[in-house]
């Protein structure tokens, strides 16, 4: 029996994360903002340095006892500073959102302008939604996409030039092609904002040169640990140049940036880092720096346009037309159903979805008009072309025969079988 000790002490939460194990074995994740760590970052959350206080930074902190942890951050920020090739890594924010909102309160007072895509049309809540943070206590502006979805660089320009804003945002949550860092950096620089790019969903194809890097064009990059860089919750802020350790608040110049993160971060936003965090993050690091995870990264990418070129045969329609990354974002009104009950028939076949706006959408964001998926998971599980194949048409007869239970349990046994064959945690089969 797999946790006994989780067993012995509450039998009600042990029982639950077993039948979650089981939904995720008998079932695919197309989540593209979701993936399966390797047995060793699950080992390491479960660690005993879950109980240690350690604010503040490695040699610099407030309380005793710290040896080891410092060792273990240091080497999560070489790790990481040796990956995406920068020369300072914050590894302490708790997940991509407080990152994001670091690098707000780092670079901006309240009240002061950003651009970023607008949420509907692939950004994400922290790039300027009016209900997050980010619209209630800045200026927050967006940029769209045109009507097939694609960024229109040149309408973010104009944009740019008619708000000037002070931070620029590139970087997507439901975005199925490759961003111009270039171009945005070049964007950035003609109205002198600085420039984010939250490379979130993309980490893990930009490690292994499958998506361009944003490193020397972004003044700052966030990223989540655990989505394409299979690693924990979490989220890493990078950038270049050393942060100074001054005694008060930095200029808001490029030089400070390191400084002005680590400060906005701890003590201006968090206290105590999350250790049991910062070691998994450390081991996916790890990882991440294989030739393995680079063919993983590829592999990804592969298998995502493998599924968009059999979706689009069968005549699906793909936001722009197809996928250059890991997700693609489908309009099923075109099949004449919504996005929830794309996402409900797809969830009683077994392949878990999610719904999604779709540009231009004219329908309401809690049942819009497309569903959002992607084969970071699925990668990780080892199902490669062939297998995507399967799951494309397993996809298209699920999608076009949304209300036949019979149908879908049929379809459901499949997709069962299917994933029996790649198990998500291998070395925890019985
Ligand atoms: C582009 C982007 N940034 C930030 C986040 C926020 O990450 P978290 O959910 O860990 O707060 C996400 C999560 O989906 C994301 O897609």
């Not at 990078?238 to 680590?262: F, H, M, V, Y």
Request: proline share 7%; aromatic share 6%; net charge negative.
């Amino acid at each position: 029996m797999l946790y006994p000790h989780l067993l012995a002490g509450d039998p009600e939460i042990h029982g639950l994360v077993i039948q979650e194990l089981a939904r995720r074995r008998a079932g695919i994740d197309m989540i593209p903002s979701e993936n399966v760590t390797s047995v060793a970052v699950i080992e390491a959350l479960g660690t005993i340095l879950t109980d240690k206080y350690s604010e503040g930074y490695p040699h610099k902190r407030y309380y005793g006892g710290n040896e080891y942890i410092d060792q273990i951050e240091i080497l999560a920020e070489e790790r990481a500073k040796a990956l995406f090739g920068v020369t300072h890594a914050n590894v302490q924010p708790y997940s991509g959102s407080p990152a994001n909102q670091a690098v707000y309160m780092a670079l901006l007072n309240p009240g002061e302008t950003v651009l970023g895509l607008s949420l509907s049309y692939g950004g994400h809540l922290t790039h300027g939604l009016k209900v997050n943070f980010s619209g209630i206590y800045y200026n927050a502006l967006n940029y769209t996409t045109n009507a097939e979805g694609w960024i229109d660089y040149d309408a973010v320009e104009a944009q740019a030039k008619e708000v000037r804003p002070k931070l620029l945002i590139c970087g997507t949550t439901a975005y199925p092609r490759t961003i111009d860092f270039a171009r945005m950096a070049a964007i950035a620089k003609s109205v002198d904002a600085f420039l984010l790019a939250d490379i979130s969903h993309i980490a893990g194809l930009v490690v292994a040169g499958a998506h361009p890097s944003p490193v020397g064009h972004a003044d700052v990059i966030t990223t989540t640990t655990h989505k394409t860089l299979r690693g924990p919750r979490g989220a890493m802020i990078l950038c270049n140049g050393l942060p100074s350790n001054p005694l008060k608040a930095p200029e808001r110049t490029r030089e400070n940036i390191p400084s002005l993160i680590d400060r906005a971060v701890f003590p201006g936003l968090q206290g105590g880092p999350h250790n049991h965090q910062t070691a998994a993050i450390a081991v996916a690091l790890k990882n991440a720096a294989t030739e393995e995870f680079k063919t993983y990264g590829h592999q990804i990418v592969k298998n995502a346009t493998t599924l968009a070129a059999a979706l689009t045969s069968k005549g699906c329609r793909l936001i722009t037309g197809g996928t250059d990354n890991h997700l693609m974002v489908m309009d099923v009104t075109a099949l004449g159903i919504s996005g929830s009950e794309a996402d409900v028939a797809l969830g009683k076949a077994g392949i878990t979805v999610n719904k999604n706006t779709i540009p231009n959408d004219p329908r309401k964001p809690f049942d819009p008009s497309g569903i959002r998926f992607g084969t970071p998971a699925l990668t990780s599980r080892g199902l490669k072309e062939p297998e995507v194949e399967e799951l494309a048409e397993y996809m298209y007869s699920a999608l076009t025969h949304p209300t036949d239970a019979a149908m879908l349990a049929d379809i459901q046994s499949k997709v069962t079988a299917l994933a029996q064959k790649f198990p998500p945690y291998p070395e925890l089969e019985a």
